[in-house]
């Protein structure tokens, strides 16, 4: 089984293909980055994937340097200190290596280099976005080691606000990696629990954007097809870490779900955030947990879309069908039908309800969000 090796150049420039982590330096020459910070969280810091990478760099005259302070579900405090290296370091360019989290770090690192205002500033709000400073922008070289957010492919890092709680979302289109490579051999050593968590956070992607009322045709044939990668490429990969081609599917797929949301999110992505934020869950898993609910919440707005789906999909029954079929896809890969399962315990509904009132994900899901709304959602899945 192989994974084939190809270059595209949508949205952004990736080099896909197993082995191709060996073009990092390329990768940096082509994105104009000549003193790069690799940017990783904790345990990727330890793995040999990462130590090959630095190697890698170091023997094409780039240095090693590595910035690993970096939570799951990352913070501004975590901002802090890497910008403060960055700057201290000289660096003129960040390699984003890693999950979610190390991904979106890292961009928030090379977006920040030359900002005055606090990143808060920038929550992808309106046009707060403008308030930045283009020039300040370091360019990014992404590379993924997981294959589930498509942050690689996005324009924007998820934060959290420690002091508040929340999650929040920092936007910029320039904060778009300058080059990417998505080498499936990375994602080969994740245990199967964040294989699963991951890949179905690409499902949610895909299932949102597809779900997502506002005109934009070419994100939902994207979403199609990245719903249908999962589907047959996820439960490959969750047997058989080694499967080198599903790994390669999912990476496609990953990359593709974040390309279709920017058609919008929804519910799932609004009521997950402040779970993360609040209890430190992960994020792809604690969606796949919120799926089914908001599947049945939007019922009256997505069923003829999803009949639609369905049959593309391969599977019987039009839009009920796929609900049936979401909650068996979820017990394939030991996902709990409840919150509780995660280890959210003694959860604030007030203060989670509010906060996904406020999360910018509401604003694509095809159902209105009201607080009554939400309640329910919470009441079903916690
Ligand atoms: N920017 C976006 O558009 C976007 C979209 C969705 C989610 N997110 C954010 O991404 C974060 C979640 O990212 P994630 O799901 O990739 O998880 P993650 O980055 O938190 O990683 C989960 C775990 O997997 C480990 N890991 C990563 N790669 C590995 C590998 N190859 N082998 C073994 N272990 C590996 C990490 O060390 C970590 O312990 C959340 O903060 C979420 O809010 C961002
Ligand atoms: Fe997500």
Redesign the pocket.
């Known amino acids: 089984m192989t994974s084939p090796i190809a270059n595209w150049s949508y949205p952004n420039p990736i080099r896909f293909g197993a082995g191709r982590i060996a073009e990092i330096g390329g990768a940096c020459m082509a994105a104009g980055i000549s003193r790069p910070l690799l940017v990783?969280?904790?345990?990727?810091a330890e793995?040999e994937?990462t130590k090959r990478t630095l190697d890698i760099l170091d023997a094409e005259g780039k240095g090693r340097a590595m910035f690993a302070r970096v939570d799951?579900?990352?913070t501004g405090e975590n901002l802090m200190d890497g910008l403060r290296l960055y700057r201290e370091g000289g660096f003129d360019g960040v390699i984003a290596f890693?999950?979610?989290?190390?991904?979106?770090l890292g961009?928030c690192i090379a977006f920040m280099a030359g900002q005055t205002r606090p990143v808060w500033d920038f929550e992808d709000i309106g046009d707060w976005w403008t308030r930045a400073d283009p020039a300040g922008i370091h360019p990014i070289v992404a590379v993924?080691?997981?294959a589930?957010?498509?942050?690689e492919v996005?324009r924007?890092?998820?934060l959290?606000n420690a002091e508040t709680n929340e999650?929040k979302?920092i936007f910029h289109p320039k904060m778009l990696p300058a080059v990417v490579i998505c080498d499936p051999e990375?994602?080969?050593?994740?245990?199967p629990h964040?294989t699963a968590?991951?890949g179905l956070?690409a499902f949610a992607?895909c299932v949102e954007a597809y779900s997502s009322p506002h005109y934009h045709p070419m994100s939902q044939g994207i979403a199609l097809e990245g719903m249908r990668l999962v589907i047959d490429n996820l439960p490959r990969a969750y047997k058989n870490g080694s499967d080198i081609e599903a790994r390669g599917n999912m990476m496609s797929a990953a990359a593709m779900g974040?390309t279709a949301?920017q058609k919008g999110l929804g519910a799932i992505?609004a009521l997950s955030?402040p779970i993360?934020a609040v209890h430190h869950t992960?994020?792809?898993t604690t969606n796949a947990v919120c799926m089914p609910a908001v599947l049945d919440f939007n019922a009256p707005a997505i069923a003829e879309r999803f009949d639609r789906a369905a049959s593309y999909l391969g599977i019987d029954g039009g839009f009920d069908g796929f609900r049936a079929f979401v909650r068996d896809f979820n017990a394939s890969f030991s996902i709990p039908e409840r919150l509780s399962g995660l280890g959210v315990e003694n959860p604030d509904i007030d203060t989670l309800t509010e906060a996904a009132l406020r999360d910018p994900s509401c604003g694509g899901n095809p159902v209105p969000l009201t607080d009554e709304a939400v309640r329910k959602l919470y009441a079903a899945v916690l």
Request: overall charge neutral; hydrophobic content about 30%.
């Open positions: 990783t969280d904790r345990g990727l793995m994937i799951a579900n990352p890693g999950g979610g989290s190390a991904l979106d961009k993924p080691t997981t589930g957010t498509g942050s996005g924007a890092g998820v959290t999650k979302i990375l994602t080969v050593g994740m245990p964040i968590g991951t956070d992607h974040a949301f992505h955030h993360g992960h994020h792809g």
